[in-house]
């Protein structure tokens, strides 16, 4: 492994890491048109019949919150009552599976837009969790700029595949255009509400919308800002920290354990001269001890130890059932990940500097 930021998430993120210096000369931007995600669900989780219904939800250019609110609009019952097995990009086309209590729809439900697509399929006797999901496949399409691009590609990818890449958690994890998720999380342990609030209303990022940033400005918050806008008229605003719901909550904490994740996996990296030792390694819910040399460096005083989940994540991460193929001028290439692998790491391990995660701006 070669020690190597190639854009500024990395250096936030601490994802410090390439398997080779090559890379495809093509850039690549994740759209909807150019990044498709589908959930592979493990063997049985789908029966003629059980207590929750299960949807098939088709997306595009719309996070999966934001879908669900449309589907529970439709039902008509809270948005809580869907249950997904994981958050899914607002830069993709994506295909994923909701879980909800049969009797809470009545006759049924179908769901079409624009932008969203959602029909009940089948049925699950089990309570929905994330043992459920098996895994995601993901298919990717680009403009190819010569022909060496398609076996540059083939090459780097029979490399990917047989060597595998540092597990790092991808940058979807801690936001996109405003990656702050893994701060907000940190603010939370730390107990310190007055820097939640502050960073929540306040801190801007030239990857947001200038809707978005003026709406933070002059403290203005759209619809899709709705979080902020409650806590804006809280009194004091300091509260909005408490409030928070269980999902909410959970999302931020969960992005600084998986910030610190990156940083320790890295360490290890640095300590073995670039060799990648495959292992299990834990999260800090399960082993203070294996952080405490990073959250001193960090300089956190944990106060909400209990916040911490513990679960273990393997050290390297290896797509399954490759493929690439030529299109018509395009390069299609496709793989499958298990539960909790970031694509994205595949595609920066593909481009480097040439892959863009939103279209508005390259992250060089």
């Known amino acids: 492994m070669i020690k190597k ?5 990395d250096y936030i993120i601490d994802i410090a890491y390439v398997l080779t210096e090559k890379n495809i000369k093509s850039e690549f931007t994740q759209t909807p048109e150019t990044f498709l995600v589908q959930e592979v669900l493990e063997r049985n989780t789908l029966s003629d019949e ?19 609110r449309l589907i529970a609009r439709k039902a008509g019952i809270p948005a809580s009552n869907f249950k997904v097995l994981g958050l899914k990009d607002k830069n993709s086309r994506s295909i994923q599976y909701v879980f909800v209590k049969k009797h809470l729809l009545g006759g049924g439900i179908e769901v079409e837009t624009n932008s969203v697509k959602a029909r009940v399929i089948g049925y699950s006797r089990c309570k929905p969790g994330k043992s459920a999901l098996k895994g995601n496949y993901f298919k990717i399409r680009f403009e190819a700029s010569s022909d060496d691009d398609f076996w540059l590609a083939k090459d780097l990818l029979r490399e990917i595949v047989e060597h595998g890449l540092p597990n790092y958690y991808g940058y979807q994890r801690f936001g996109v255009t405003r990656p702050i998720t893994h701060l907000l999380g940190k603010a939370l342990l730390e107990a310190d509400s007055s820097w939640f609030a502050s960073m929540l209303l306040g801190d801007t990022s030239i990857l947001e919308t200038a809707e978005s940033i003026r709406g933070r400005m002059r403290y203005t918050f759209n619809k899709i800002m709705s979080y902020e ?11 909005c920290g ?15 354990s998986s910030y610190l994740f990156n940083r320790l996996l890295t360490k290890i990296l640095e300590k073995a001269g670039g060799v990648l030792p495959e292992e299990k390694l834990p999260l800090p819910g399960c082993n203070r001890a294996s952080y405490h040399e990073i959250l001193r460096e960090e300089g956190v005083i944990v106060r909400r130890w209990g916040l911490f989940k513990c679960w273990e994540r393997s050290s390297v991460l290896k797509p399954l059932e490759p493929g690439i193929r030529r299109n018509n001028g395009w390069i299609e290439i496709e793989f ?3 539960r909790a692998g970031y694509a994205s790491l595949v595609l920066r391990e593909l481009f480097k500097e040439n892959f863009r995660l939103v279209e508005t701006l390259s992250v060089k």
């Open 336 to 338: 499958t990940l298990p």
């Open 5 to 9: 930021f190639v854009n500024v998430f």
């Open 242 to 256: 408490l409030s928070l719901n269980h999902s909410l909550r959970n999302l931020y904490v969960d992005a600084y």
């Open 229 to 239: 806008k409650k806590c804006h008229f809280m009194n004091p605003v300091e509260d």
């Open 50 to 68: 059980g207590d929750y219904a299960v949807l098939e939800l088709e997306k595009k250019g719309v996070d999966t919150f934001e879908a669900l």
